[in-house]
């Protein structure tokens, strides 16, 4: 079975400072990754996606995430970090390029506050 | 096109009683999806329906909840006999196959 682990309930950066979300996925091949963005009393949105071709994927509002499958790993960043980034984040996962899936299984969401 | 819609935002409602949300898709996408989000955890996934056959159910989904998709437009959830634990933000999706799945703002019901 799938499942994806988000390090980090709650990070806090500077204003400028760089973001980094840390997620590690569970697949037994490798799998379509997915970043998601929540901002309050909105519904998810799509920051990116990886599905097997370059495993460095870029993203929207300057996020982008690296794919490393000798560490099962798909970390979000941003170089500098801006007040409008605060918001929840979840990392997820669904099927692979050997088995399409139409759920979407997420982590447990990692909230981001900036600081001034 | 206005997106995905769900109606109501907010439920409020006491124990024992049923409820009904709906969710309006974006008009062009077949599959529907419907997903749960309690308090600090990731949205679960807890059915799909492409038109308006239902493909797949979480065990999550007891024998208290129903989805229906009766024209392959709208679709609706309810809950009977409401219980504390179902107080959670009710999320539903829309895609067109298995391309992207677009979010509603969701529905949060509080049972008291």
């Known amino acids: 079975a799938q499942s994806v682990t988000q390090l980090g309930s709650h990070v806090s950066v500077s204003e400028g400072a760089l973001v980094l979300l840390r997620c590690n996925y569970s697949s037994s091949v490798p799998p379509y990754l997915f970043w998601y963005v929540q901002y309050p009393n909105q519904g998810l949105q799509l920051l990116l996606k990886y599905t097997s071709a370059a495993t460095l994927v870029k993203g929207i509002n300057g996020f982008e995430a690296e794919f490393k499958k000798s560490e099962t790993s798909f970390h979000l960043t941003k170089p500098s970090a801006h007040m409008s980034d605060a918001a929840e984040y979840f990392c997820?996962?669904?099927?692979?390029?050997?088995?399409?899936?139409?759920?979407?299984?997420f982590g447990s969401g990692t909230r981001l506050s900036i600081r001034p | 096109d206005t997106g995905v819609s769900q109606d109501p935002r907010h439920k409020i409602t006491k124990r024992g009683q049923n409820v009904t949300f709906r969710c309006d898709p974006i008009s062009e996408h077949n599959r529907l999806y419907w997903y749960r989000q309690t308090l600090g955890q990731g949205p679960e996934f807890l059915t799909y329906f492409q038109n308006e056959a239902q493909l797949e159910k979480s065990r999550l989904l007891s024998d208290r909840f129903s989805a229906e998709r009766p024209k392959g437009s709208f679709s609706t959830l309810e809950i009977q006999r409401t219980e504390q634990g179902d107080s959670a933000m009710y999320l539903c999706?829309?895609?067109?196959?298995?391309?992207?799945?677009?979010f509603g703002p969701g529905t949060r019901l509080t049972v008291l």
């Open positions: 997820a996962v669904s099927g692979s390029e050997y088995s399409s899936a139409s759920k979407i299984i």
């Open positions: 999706a829309s895609s067109w196959n298995l391309g992207e799945q677009f």
